[in-house]
């Protein structure tokens, strides 16, 4: 299982890193480089990155998914 999950949610700007085994989520800061950096421009772009991820579904708020938004 993935220990942390690197995070970009549209019409947010920059990244946010979620540690799983910490439970925390935090802007990610450090500078990107490399194939990260590569990805983080075609998100500019408008181009959507994956990998690894098999669900994920941007909320306004945790209420939403108390309130059964997934259901049936």
Do not use: H
């Not at 690197?6 to 925390?24: F, K, P, V």
């Not at 802007?27 to 990107?32: A, D, G, H, K, T």
């Not at 708020?61 to 938004?69: F, P, Q, V, Y």
Request: hydrophobic letters at 50%; aromatic letters at 6%.
């Amino acid at each position: 299982m993935a220990g942390a999950v690197l995070i970009g949610i549209d019409g947010e700007d920059g990244l946010w890193l979620a540690d799983l085994q910490q439970g925390t989520v935090v802007r990610y800061m450090q500078p990107l480089t490399g194939e990260l950096a590569t990805a983080e421009s075609w998100r500019a772009k408008g181009i959507r990155v994956q990998k690894n991820i098999d669900f994920a579904v941007a909320l306004i708020s945790a209420e939403s998914m108390a309130s059964g938004l997934l259901e049936g």
